[in-house]
């Protein structure tokens, strides 16, 4: 932009002035144009048009993290923004100027001087020589123009903890020692004076402490604490003054000295001039990593800046909404992990301010990746403004009008947050009443971390006082950031396995080790051989998947719908489950409160014949239950969460001396204790069996159902674990061989528990539907991922038919397998090579399908949609579909509800009965081509026209009033009889096989299976 158009721009701007560079009229170098000329328009333009949000920031923080000092030429603000204890107190300070640190050069040179000492002007600098205050709440310093001169008589200063604190190094007579400093012009600009005032505390008693940064403020910090600062404009102006082109480095070149609109919406300037929304950024509507770029540019903590070189520690270079992301500008500061140093606890919690970017991106590690914790979190997915008060961030009104150093807000009376609201009104938008001084009392990183042993700075403890913003807890419930063995480190694949190869790393910062040539490793130590070897994830990942955490990077919008459905609380962890602990909150509030009403028994095994016939009281088929009762906090799974939940403990196999006995009368519906002539307990000594270790079911079974639940309880069946018979479908990636061969060293005594659960991720994820990323997710090809859309026939139908079917054995992993375990998307075998489907029971029907073949239960919509492709002829629309024609693929409900207001069963705006989750309103899904939609509606629920009493005439009325089938339009059948009810085969279109050519007996068989069998009947019963 020439300078014409600028003046021309200026006037445009109804008088409201550009604010430019701090005091550029007095440069010799007047052919510097900073950018903020043209991008940057200030935050008095944007208050012409944003009235209130200017207002509330103007009484905010922000404007205070760097303000004008007495000694800034032209913009003199006196001394009212420095702290009132200050300035009654500034004659005791030790406000000698600091003015560089001693190289090994300068250490040999000069008697008195060690490397890393500081040089300090031996002359105290008084209060109105301040050009520069950095700070005015957690602390403030405070910062005097200098030119790199020589200076003849100098203080030396010296740390003794790392940095913490300088004391002035002082000869025999506790004089102090002076030096002849020879100058820096490299140094010049606004340096720190030796003072640094702490004003932590509700009621601050203000602490000062010996200061240690040598740089100047422009050097260091300037683009954190102010807006639009432009690093070249700097960098040139700065070459330009060591070449002694440029008389001084008194300009800062910024759009605002304060942290205004622009530092949050990017350059305004398009905006200002458009009005138009698309040419500003408004962060609400930004996802991931740019989301949280907006606060985290600043808010986080680095040890070099990419752009710009090592000295400078702030954000200069990026620019919201400009073409470089964070991780181009930022080297973070190390981790150390297991030793912790003074900016990050041994676990990777923050130690020090403005490190909370860095502690949510760790707790969406955790969360995403590890899958360890509440697998919903949405804390790792948040930017700051989600809970923070986004243009108030604070109130500078006290500090104003009554000189309160440390500054309080309505909302936050102890000083310690500023949210949106009250930490009440806030917190427990999500979390449950009661839980709030818990919550809180983990974000402060020492609760529970007491002397726990792990090197200097009280490491293992992390930040306290809610400055720390990890949310995430170990089996103790104390903030925890890694284990060990999940620290993460890049190898420079040097040959040399020692650990200066070796270097710790952010899981975030991954990529880029990879395509510097690094390999990952995981572990306490890996050059000691403590390590996961190089998995994508520390965690037992099973090959060629990598967790929806991967996925993240690339597919923000999908992940985020995801996030919020029911698939991922098909399974979650409990509060027993060892370092995944979620707590209760996946377990139904109704279920919380009326736990100890539950026959929360385990269910150990069912009796066999042999069982029956040595114990008294059991006949086979009965289960046995231990006596106790199991408390909520001993569940580790929990399955489901809309039609039903059940809940998982672990058991060891062991025998169990006394056991309940519990029988049924229907079939496995429901259960009962068996009880003696006075009405107690049968109790029996169950002799334990290996083979059912694992995480075994209580007798508790929940149904849900309902627009408004009542939530009712059953007495489940189910003896099997839920690794050995429903862990494939309710999880994604699960390893069957993995299981398989730990069930066997464990049996054989070679394995001491069956507690790992070998999965990718515990909820339903991305991978269980597009396949294994791993290939994917390095190529970033779409020929190295499925794309369900692009499927056809048996393949498409399988994306949800692997699941959302039924069968009664896994032909690969046996009879007590009932789930999918063996098959994988993309994979070699067919679902028709691991399934042994539930078998059609033609004119009597059975709890699984009616007589006529339509499905009972739950997850047997694929079994309908076949069965109805058959009917069709093959020529059906809907017999075509797979679910996710019509369901929304992501979305699958959503499970907001749950979190929000604890309602068990989770409804949708599409599903206001709860009743079905398609990808648009009901309405207007079928009626894109029928013109009837409810009279289809009704035929969809298979208890429409069908009475008890109907009766077929080749067996009467069946049990489990089989002629009707699933009603609330939970199956799946798009197919009628002449009475236009819901239908199935009728009697001389009934199916029978027979698998070899000797076999006396026929098979009812579905349609699907013909070729599986050898010789194939159609009727209402099989010849003889």
């Known amino acids: 932009m020439t300078r014409g158009k600028i003046a021309v721009l200026s006037s445009l701007l109804l008088a409201v002035p550009l604010v430019l560079s701090g005091c550029g009229s007095s440069s010799n170098t007047p052919d510097i144009q900073p950018r903020v000329q043209a991008q940057f328009v200030g935050p008095d333009r944007c208050g012409a048009c944003h009235v209130d949000a200017h207002a509330e920031w103007k009484d905010s923080w922000h404007t205070l993290k760097a303000t004008y000092g007495p000694a800034f030429e032209g913009k003199n603000a006196g001394t009212a923004n420095i702290n009132p204890w200050v300035r009654n107190n500034w004659d005791s300070l030790k406000s000698h100027l600091i003015l560089d640190q001693a190289t090994a050069a300068q250490a040999a040179a000069i008697d008195g001087v060690e490397p890393?000492?500081?040089?300090?002007?031996?002359?105290?600098?008084?209060?109105?020589?301040?050009?520069?205050?950095?700070?005015?709440?957690?602390?403030?310093?405070?910062?005097?123009?200098?030119?790199?001169?020589?200076?003849?008589?100098?203080?030396?200063?010296?740390?003794?903890?790392?940095?913490?604190?300088?004391?002035?190094?002082?000869?025999?007579?506790?004089?102090?020692?002076?030096?002849?400093?020879?100058?820096?012009?490299?140094?010049?600009?606004?340096?720190?004076?030796?003072?640094?005032?702490?004003?932590?505390?509700?009621?601050?008693?203000?602490?000062?402490?010996?200061?240690?940064?040598?740089?100047?403020?422009?050097?260091?910090?300037?683009?954190?604490?102010t807006t639009g600062f432009d690093a070249d404009a700097w960098n040139s102006a700065k070459a330009d003054f060591m070449a002694g082109n440029r008389a001084h480095l008194k300009d800062i070149f910024v759009a605002d000295i304060r942290i205004s609109c622009e530092a949050c919406h990017g350059p305004g300037g398009a905006h200002a001039e458009s009005r138009r929304k698309a040419d500003i950024v408004n962060p609400a509507r930004l996802q991931g990593a740019e989301r949280q770029a907006v606060c985290g540019q600043c808010h986080t903590r680095t040890q070099t800046n990419l752009a710009h070189g090592q000295g400078s520690n702030d954000n200069r270079g990026f620019v919201l909404g400009g073409e470089k992301s964070l991780m181009d500008v930022f080297e973070y500061t190390r981790p150390a992990w297991g030793d912790g140093n003074r900016q990050v606890s041994i676990d990777g919690k923050g130690r020090r301010d403005h490190q909370q970017d860095m502690d949510i991106l760790l707790t969406q590690y955790i969360h995403e990746e590890l899958n360890r914790g509440t697998p919903d979190n949405p804390h790792g997915a948040m930017a700051c403004f989600d809970c923070h008060n986004a243009h108030g961030v604070g109130s500078n009104v006290a500090l104003r009008d009554f000189g309160q150093p440390h500054m309080l807000t309505a909302n936050d009376p102890d000083g310690t947050i500023r949210l949106k609201g009250t930490r009440e009104q806030v917190c427990l938008e999500c979390h449950r009443a009661g839980e709030l001084d818990g919550l809180l009392a983990v974000m402060n990183g020492r609760t529970g971390w007491s002397g726990f042993g792990f090197g200097n700075w009280g490491n293992e403890g992390g930040r306290a006082d809610r400055k720390q913003h990890i949310f995430a807890t170990d089996s103790e419930g104390r903030s925890f950031g890694l284990y060990p063995e999940e620290y993460i480190w890049a190898y420079n694949n040097q040959g040399a396995t020692t650990k200066a190869n070796y270097r710790a790393i952010w899981p975030w910062e991954r990529e880029k080790f990879v395509q510097a040539g690094n390999a990952i490793v995981y572990g306490a130590a890996p050059w000691a051989g403590e390590t996961s070897n190089g998995q994508v994830t520390p965690a037992f990942m099973t090959e060629g998947f990598t967790g929806p955490g991967v996925c993240l990077n690339c597919h923000k919008a999908a992940h985020n719908e995801w996030k919020k459905s029911w698939h991922t609380l098909k399974a979650t962890y409990g509060p027993a489950f060892e370092g995944k602990s979620a707590g209760t909150a996946s377990i139904n509030p109704w279920v919380r409160d009326n736990w100890g009403s539950l026959l929360s028994h385990m269910i150990l095994d069912q009796?066999?014949?042999?069982?029956?016939?040595?114990?008294?009281?059991?006949?086979?088929?009965?289960?046995?239950?231990?006596?106790?009762?199991?408390?909520?906090?001993?569940?580790?799974?929990?399955?489901?969460?809309?039609?039903?939940?059940?809940?998982?403990?672990?058991?060891?196999?062991?025998?169990?001396?006394?056991?309940?006995?519990?029988?049924?009368?229907?079939?496995?519906?429901?259960?009962?204790?068996?009880?003696?002539?006075?009405?107690?307990?049968?109790?029996?000594?169950?002799?334990?069996?290996?083979?059912?270790?694992?995480?075994?079911?209580?007798?508790?079974?929940?149904?849900?159902?309902?627009?408004?639940?009542?939530?009712?309880?059953?007495?489940?069946?189910?003896?099997?674990?839920?690794?050995?018979?429903?862990?494939?479908?309710?999880?994604?990636?699960?390893?069957?061989?993995?299981?398989?061969?730990?069930?066997?060293?464990?049996?054989?005594?070679?394995?001491?528990?069956?507690?790992?659960?070998?999965?990718?991720?515990?909820?339903?994820?991305?991978?269980?539907?597009?396949?294994?990323?791993?290939?994917?997710?390095?190529?970033?090809?779409?020929?190295?991922?499925?794309?369900?859309?692009?499927?056809?026939?048996?393949?498409?139908?399988?994306?949800?038919?692997?699941?959302?079917?039924?069968?009664?054995?896994?032909?690969?992993?046996?009879?007590?397998?009932?789930?999918?375990?063996?098959?994988?998307?993309?994979?070699?075998?067919?679902?028709?090579?691991?399934?042994?489907?539930?078998?059609?029971?033609?004119?009597?029907?059975?709890?699984?399908?009616?007589?006529?073949?339509?499905?009972?239960?739950?997850?047997?919509?694929?079994?309908?949609?076949?069965?109805?492709?058959?009917?069709?002829?093959?020529n059906s629309?809907?017999?075509?579909?797979?679910?996710?024609?019509?369901?929304?693929?992501?979305?699958?409900?959503?499970?907001?509800?749950?979190?929000?207001?604890?309602?068990?069963?989770?409804?949708?705006?599409?599903?206001?009965?709860?009743?079905?989750?398609?990808?648009?309103?009901?309405?207007?899904?079928?009626?894109?081509?029928?013109?009837?939609?409810?009279?289809?509606?009704?035929?969809?629920?298979?208890?429409?026209?069908?009475?008890?009493?109907?009766?077929?005439?080749?067996?009467?009325?069946?049990?489990?009033?089989?002629?009707?089938?699933?009603?609330?339009?939970?199956?799946?059948?798009?197919?009628?009889?002449?009475?236009?009810?819901?239908?199935?085969?009728?009697?001389?279109?009934?199916?029978?096989?027979?698998?070899?050519?000797?076999?006396?007996?026929?098979?009812?068989?579905?349609?699907w299976e013909i070729d599986r069998f050898f010789d194939v009947q159609v009727g209402a019963n099989p010849n003889p």
Not at 937 to 942: A, D, H, I, Q, S
Not at 961 to 984: C, L, P, V
Request: proline share 5%; with cysteine; charged share 20%.
């Open 116 to 225: 890393g000492d500081l040089f300090l002007t031996e002359k105290k600098f008084a209060l109105n020589e301040v050009a520069i205050v950095v700070g005015a709440t957690r602390k403030q310093r405070y910062a005097v123009y200098y030119d790199g001169s020589p200076v003849q008589r100098a203080y030396v200063a010296y740390t003794t903890n790392g940095g913490i604190r300088y004391d002035i190094r002082t000869d025999g007579n506790g004089e102090p020692i002076v030096v002849s400093f020879p100058g820096n012009k490299a140094r010049a600009g606004y340096n720190f004076l030796f003072i640094e005032v702490g004003l932590t505390g509700a009621t601050p008693s203000p602490t000062p402490n010996n200061y240690g940064e040598f740089r100047s403020w422009q050097e260091r910090c300037i683009g954190c604490h």
């Open 607 to 874: 009796a066999t014949a042999a069982h029956a016939a040595a114990i008294d009281g059991v006949d086979q088929g009965d289960l046995f239950l231990t006596e106790a009762k199991f408390d909520i906090d001993d569940v580790a799974i929990v399955v489901g969460a809309t039609r039903k939940q059940r809940y998982a403990v672990y058991y060891d196999g062991s025998p169990v001396e006394r056991a309940y006995v519990a029988y049924t009368t229907n079939g496995g519906i429901r259960y009962d204790i068996k009880r003696d002539g006075n009405g107690d307990p049968i109790v029996v000594s169950y002799p334990g069996n290996k083979a059912r270790a694992g995480y075994n079911f209580l007798f508790i079974e929940v149904g849900l159902t309902g627009a408004t639940p009542s939530p009712t309880p059953n007495n489940y069946g189910e003896f099997r674990s839920w690794q050995e018979r429903c862990i494939g479908c309710h999880t994604t990636g699960f390893d069957p061989e993995a299981w398989k061969d730990a069930k066997a060293e464990f049996m054989a005594g070679e394995r001491d528990h069956l507690k790992d659960i070998f999965v990718a991720d515990i909820r339903i994820s991305c991978e269980s539907c597009h396949g294994p990323g791993a290939a994917h997710a390095a190529s970033r090809s779409k020929a190295d991922i499925i794309n369900p859309a692009d499927l056809q026939g048996a393949e498409r139908q399988a994306v949800c038919g692997q699941c959302h079917t039924r069968t009664q054995s896994n032909t690969l992993y046996g009879a007590g397998a009932n789930d999918n375990r063996g098959f994988v998307l993309g994979g070699d075998k067919e679902l028709m090579d691991v399934f042994e489907y539930t078998r059609p029971a033609w004119g009597t029907g059975n709890r699984q399908v009616s007589i006529d073949g339509k499905g009972r239960r739950d997850h047997q919509q694929d079994m309908d949609i076949m069965l109805t492709d058959y009917i069709r002829g093959g």
């Open 877 to 1007: 629309f809907h017999g075509s579909l797979a679910c996710f024609d019509c369901h929304n693929a992501h979305g699958v409900g959503s499970n907001v509800a749950l979190g929000a207001s604890g309602q068990p069963h989770l409804l949708t705006a599409n599903d206001p009965n709860g009743m079905i989750r398609l990808s648009a309103p009901r309405q207007q899904m079928c009626g894109s081509c029928h013109v009837d939609v409810s009279k289809v509606l009704g035929v969809l629920n298979g208890t429409t026209g069908w009475t008890q009493t109907f009766g077929w005439p080749w067996n009467g009325t069946a049990t489990w009033n089989n002629e009707r089938g699933r009603g609330d339009r939970k199956q799946h059948i798009f197919a009628t009889d002449r009475e236009g009810r819901s239908f199935g085969l009728y009697p001389d279109e009934y199916l029978w096989g027979k698998r070899t050519a000797d076999a006396t007996s026929w098979v009812p068989i579905w349609p």
